[in-house]
């Protein structure tokens, strides 16, 4: 079972940090050459929002609580829990909750009003990009977990 829900737990972040890095590197670069491509880039965002912000990152939160309880450092634990491996879990834990925040932020406030103005596009694209470099830094950490904190 653990090993299950571990895959599933590493499937949903690489849909996660797959995806953000599919539309830094390759969709954005040919979607930015099209006429009106914020409503592109917002359709996209939609479908994105979905998979991303409400499917991955609810079933990492879901898997990764499975997980916490698999290496012995349960939720109700882990921030009071003075080892390396808690103090680097519950730093991914703080990072997770800013991902989420960005995350709808991102997609409810300004992806949505990004075709209003060029100061909400460009916010919404480094609202993106921080969470870009928030995912990384997650996998980082989980690695660090991997070898012991
Ligand atoms: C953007 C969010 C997240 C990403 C990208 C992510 C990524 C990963 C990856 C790649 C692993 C496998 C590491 C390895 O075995 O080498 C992992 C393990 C793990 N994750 Fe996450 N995760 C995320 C969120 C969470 C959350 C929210 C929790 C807790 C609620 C969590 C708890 C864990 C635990 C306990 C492990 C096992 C670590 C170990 O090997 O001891 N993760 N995560």
């Known amino acids: 079972m653990k ?3 571990m895959t599933i737990h590493i499937i949903a972040a690489s849909l996660w940090v797959g995806g953000m ?9 040919y979607v930015r050459k099209l006429p009106d491509f914020v409503h592109h ?3 996209v965002g939609k479908r994105y ?3 991303g912000t409400f499917v991955s990152l609810t079933v990492l939160f879901l898997t990764g609580l499975y997980n916490m309880n698999v290496m012995g450092v349960p939720f109700t634990k882990v921030f009071s829990t003075n080892t390396v491996y808690a103090h680097t879990l519950s730093h991914k834990l703080y990072l997770f909750f800013i991902t989420v925040v960005i995350a709808v932020v991102h ?3 300004l992806g949505l009003r990004a075709h209003k103005s060029e100061r909400l596009r460009i916010l919404s694209a480094v609202a993106g990009v921080i969470n870009l470099i928030l995912g990384i830094t997650i996998i980082y950490l989980a690695v660090r977990l991997r070898f012991g904190g």
């Not at 890095?21 to 670069?29: A, G, K, Q, R, T």
């Open 3 to 5: 090993e299950v829900i």
């Open 21 to 29: 890095l599919f539309m830094v590197l390759v969709l954005s670069p």
């Open 41 to 43: 880039f917002q359709e």
């Open 49 to 51: 929002s979905f998979w």
């Open 107 to 109: 997609d409810y406030v």
